[in-house]
């Protein structure tokens, strides 16, 4: 799983500025069964493009999620960087 987040987390930052803008709110990507990654993007008041890949794989019967994530933002004047820790709360 960390692996297919770090794979798409990559792709993402690699689309570049025009790339990234015209991402979808968010998408979905079923790895098998028991395991998705969803990719969130949302714009910030601040003009500012956030991209949040999140992985999730159903564990015990499907009651609790592990969930791995890693994220970018695309500030308006174009610099990409990672997002903190506190940043990517919302979505573990």
């Known amino acids: ?23 979808p709110e968010s998408s ?16 910030l008041s601040t ?5 949040v ?3 999730m794989r159903k564990r015990f019967f499907g009651l609790m999620h592990r969930v791995f994530v890693r994220g970018f933002s695309l500030a308006a004047d174009e610099r990409i960087r990672q997002l ?3 940043e990517l709360e919302d979505f573990t």
Do not use: C, F
């Not at 979905?28 to 714009?43: G, N, P, Q, Y």
């Open 84 to 86: 903190t820790d506190s």
């Open 53 to 55: 890949v999140q992985g």
């Open 28 to 43: 979905e990507i079923r790895l098998a069964k028991d395991a998705t990654i969803v990719v969130w993007h949302d714009v």
């Open 1 to 23: 799983m960390i692996a297919n987040v770090e794979s798409e987390y990559e792709r993402l930052r690699s689309l570049g500025p025009i790339g990234i803008r015209e991402l």
């Open 47 to 51: 003009g500012e493009h956030r991209v």
